[in-house]
């Protein structure tokens, strides 16, 4: 395996661009070929079996790239997939559930950790089992907030209604003390600030896209693969395919990353 | 085509419930064979050419039942891929768009029609379109409400966050002065209440599921397709599949149709 090929990284959707642009910042040099399932997103609403089997058309698609690790930067896939993907593959796999849970493990002070994040997330207790692995002494405490996942695609980001949604949804977890909240689902970091007003200066927010980048660099180290030759212009370092709607996907897309999105192309997923 | 054969509703999930029971309630004596894409849902974001292939694959599935027609029970499949479907069946192929637009152009009395529905109906314009061959002067105001859909699936049908969703989307259409509203989309007669309080009962809803069953029964009469025999208990009437989550569907149709599912099975529709 080469230290130039790309790296690839997936998402149902525009979601897991909160972390390409987290793998942008903390390791510039990396090519990245994104891949988001717009024809079939969402994912937290769906079954184990139908993520599972997404999840393996993406990887085989992401694969002809030559993609020397797969980011699975989707938390649902990551609690539903990435086993199944790991076992498939003889590239590293990634996902964003476990360094999240692992910087939750370390920076709570009082053992109550709270996890925002899709019903499918939530209902697999993939938060729980490994933060349980780091220390057994910790409680945690999951809500499915379905809800946030359209109001941030339909851009009420800063908005009364998403502020009472989100007073509704963390009101149990704010009456139980948490301090630490995972936000276990890639769109949450878009209303980070509605949340962080909510929850109160007193509890830490994770954000597992941040962990996840640096987990990532962390590993590339080790195995003597990150790619160390800066990226002349032009070299189409960054590369986006959707399965659906490519120009909308642009749209968004240039609205979280400031490095540009210069094309997004549309494939059949389903032929993967 | 013989008369006992079943019919054929498919949506990309749930909200086409409201069309089955219309026909249900209708014309008692049909059978039914429903499909909820619910491994790909929504449609209402989604582009034309994506729309139109999944719809493909879902009327290929249906003919193996050997249905007498098919119902496109959503309406951005109907605004998408009608015309697709019609030129690749041999058997009669109804959208809800065309029955409500039938309506609503003769409802109205100041010739102002509102349209709520998703982005993709909104945007194909097929309402404007077909009320504008019925009647050249009536005016068409359409007015995409992407929120709605996930406030019905998370429950919220009487709910003040819907109520104040509600009151922004139709702001501008109780501005206008319109007189009659169509209600584009089938999760929408859902929160009908909702919508009638906000709108005043100065104006009429149109909801395309009551116009659509009633479309049905007269093409199948004027085609001697009509079933005329009833159905007795056991027989399998009502057979419902979906691409994902057959538990999670039944347990949402059973809060819709008051008959009963007995069961709902899950296929892989990308096979089709």
Same mark, same amino acid.
């Given at each position: 395996m080469?230290?130039?090929?790309?790296?690839g990284?997936?998402?149902?959707?525009?979601g897991?661009?909160?972390?390409?642009r987290?793998?942008?910042r903390?390791?510039?040099? %990396?090519k990245?070929?994104?891949?988001?399932?717009?024809?079939?997103v969402?994912?937290?609403? $769906?079954?184990k079996?139908?993520?599972?089997?997404?999840?393996?058309?993406?990887?085989?698609? &992401?694969?002809?790239?030559?993609?020397k690790?797969?980011?699975?930067?989707?938390?649902?896939?990551?609690?539903?997939?990435?086993d199944a993907?790991?076992?498939?593959?003889?590239?590293?796999?990634?996902?964003?559930v476990?360094?999240?849970?692992?910087?939750?493990?370390?920076?709570?002070?009082?053992?109550?950790?709270g996890?925002?994040?899709?019903?499918a997330?939530?209902?697999?207790?993939?938060?729980?089992?490994?933060?349980?692995e780091?220390?057994?002494?910790?409680t945690?405490?999951?809500?499915?907030?379905? =809800?946030?996942?359209? =109001?941030?695609?339909?851009?009420?980001? %800063?908005?009364?209604?998403?502020?009472?949604?989100?007073?509704?949804?963390?009101?149990?977890?704010?009456?139980?003390?948490?301090?630490?909240?995972?936000?276990?689902?890639?769109?949450y970091?878009?209303i980070?600030?509605?949340l962080?007003?909510?929850m109160?200066?007193?509890?830490? &927010?994770?954000?597992?896209?941040?962990?996840?980048?640096?987990?990532?660099?962390?590993?590339?180290?080790e195995?003597?693969?990150?790619?160390?030759?800066?990226? $002349? &212009?032009?070299?189409?370092?960054?590369q986006?395919?959707?399965?659906?709607?490519?120009?909308?996907?642009?749209?968004?897309?240039?609205?979280?990353?400031?490095?540009?999105?210069?094309?997004?192309?549309?494939?059949?997923i389903?032929?993967?």
């Amino acid at each position: 395996m080469r230290a130039d090929a790309p790296i690839g990284v997936f998402d149902s959707g525009v979601g897991g661009l909160t972390v390409a642009r987290e793998i942008m910042r903390q390791i510039p040099n %990396e090519k990245i070929i994104y891949f988001g399932d717009t024809a079939r997103v969402p994912y937290g609403s $769906k079954s184990k079996e139908t993520v599972t089997r997404f999840s393996k058309q993406i990887v085989r698609f &992401l694969q002809t790239f030559g993609v020397k690790t797969i980011v699975v930067a989707c938390n649902t896939a990551s609690a539903y997939a990435l086993d199944a993907l790991e076992a498939e593959c003889d590239i590293p796999v990634i996902g964003v559930v476990k360094p999240g849970a692992k910087t939750a493990a370390e920076v709570t002070r009082n053992g109550r950790i709270g996890v925002i994040a899709t019903d499918a997330t939530i209902g697999s207790q993939i938060y729980t089992k490994y933060i349980k692995e780091l220390n057994r002494e910790v409680t945690i405490y999951g809500k499915a907030c379905p =809800l946030f996942v359209p =109001l941030v695609e339909e851009g009420l980001l %800063e908005d009364p209604v998403t502020d009472e949604i989100a007073r509704r949804y963390l009101a149990e977890l704010i009456d139980i003390d948490i301090d630490t909240l995972i936000l276990g689902c890639t769109h949450y970091p878009l209303i980070r600030s509605t949340l962080a007003r909510i929850m109160g200066e007193q509890v830490t &927010l994770v954000n597992p896209a941040y962990e996840t980048a640096y987990e990532l660099k962390e590993m590339l180290a080790e195995r003597k693969l990150l790619n160390e030759e800066e990226h $002349k &212009l032009g070299t189409n370092q960054y590369q986006f395919y959707v399965s659906d709607g490519a120009e909308k996907f642009k749209r968004f897309a240039n609205s979280i990353i400031k490095y540009g999105i210069l094309s997004a192309k549309t494939i059949n997923i389903e032929e993967y």
